[in-house]
């Protein structure tokens, strides 16, 4: 606990330095869209920009260009994501399987100019993804950052590298079975910005209430999801509500946690950027196909096993990359 409580850090936007349930689900469907980015609000909202239709050669594009001539790249990450993006005690250098993405980012843009220096880290909160992006304060965001639809009206998205899904983690031996009645008198606990608020507080459709008001439990907001650990940690609350990804990273930190239930959406991480980009888009699309290129031998595997299978297991490669229709 103590060691999960020391990683709670308030995120603030500074630059760093170094390298059976109920709810939706059904028994047909066990895993279902959230409703922020289902089929029946727009269509593919993961399809990004085809790198094949871009330049060759992205260090030719406008925007890759503009970020070599400053001499670095602004990415907002997270550094209290155990296992995706964080500050390993041991070494004191930010780590993760997201950190591993930016990295093979900054090389891609870079080329033969990277180094360590080429990447600017900062700290970004959850709900303030979007408005960094938009105002320039960074390139991108790479955070465990689901494609939804709400999103894409604000920002543009790479292809996606992950796809999780909201579960509950509670302490071991707790009442609570999953995202379903057994919740009734609980605190929930989900940051805020994330879609795991979302899908706990906005109405269902074709009703006036909220899963968290249909199952009778009330909800806490936090800056970071992190935070809601040390919130159940203390007894403030009963539950986090977050990207099963992330939780399995909590879980690691705090043996007394599980994972219960079944995940109740289907959500794809994408690496974030402003709008109007296009060549940055595409020069990320065409990275991240090489990256994760080569099967079992591809940089993405290789970094899989190295930070997420143990706690994540059964993932046998990322997921296909989808591309839009364009003219």
């Not at 001499?71 to 005690?89: E, T």
């Not at 199952?215 to 992190?226: D, E, P, S, W």
């Not at 099967?295 to 990322?318: C, K, N």
């Amino acid at each position: 606990m103590a060691a999960a409580c020391a990683l709670a850090l308030t995120a603030v936007v500074a630059p760093l330095h170094g390298g059976g349930p109920q709810g939706r689900a059904t028994a047909t469907d066990p895993v279902t869209q959230a409703r922020y980015a289902s089929a029946t609000d727009c269509e593919d909202p993961e399809a990004s920009l085809d790198p094949a239709l871009g330049s060759p050669d992205g260090v030719d594009d406008p925007d890759v260009r503009a970020i070599v001539r400053r001499g670095r790249l602004k990415v907002g990450i997270d550094q209290n994501s155990y296992l995706w993006g964080f500050r390993d005690p041991a070494t004191g250098q930010l780590a993760g399987f997201d950190i591993d993405i930016v990295q093979a980012i900054a090389k891609g843009i870079f080329g033969k100019g990277y180094t360590p220096d080429s990447v600017q880290y900062l700290t970004v909160p959850t709900a303030q993804r979007v408005k960094l992006i938009q105002n320039g304060t960074v390139d991108m965001v790479v955070r465990t950052m689901s494609i939804t639809c709400d999103r894409i009206h604000d920002v543009d998205f790479s292809t996606a590298y992950f796809t999780a899904g909201q579960q509950l983690l509670v302490p071991k031996g707790s009442p609570i079975t999953g995202y379903n009645a057994s919740l009734k008198g609980s605190t929930v606990c989900a940051a805020t910005g994330s879609t795991g608020l979302a899908e706990l507080t906005d109405p269902v459709k074709g009703t006036d209430e909220s899963d968290a008001q249909r199952f009778g439990a009330k909800v806490l907001t936090v800056a970071n999801q992190l935070d809601c650990l040390v919130r159940v940690q203390l007894g403030l609350a009963d539950a986090v509500f977050t990207d099963n990804a992330l939780a399995a990273g909590q879980a690691a930190q705090d043996p007394s946690m599980t994972l219960v239930g079944e995940p109740v959406t289907q959500e794809p991480y994408g690496v974030a950027m402003k709008k109007d980009r296009p060549d940055l888009v595409r020069k990320v699309n065409r990275i991240l196909a090489a990256y994760e290129a080569g099967g079992p031998d591809s940089q993405w595997s290789r970094s899989y096993r190295h930070w997420l299978a143990a706690d994540l297991p059964g993932i046998t490669g990322p997921p296909a990359p989808k591309y839009k229709k364009e003219p």
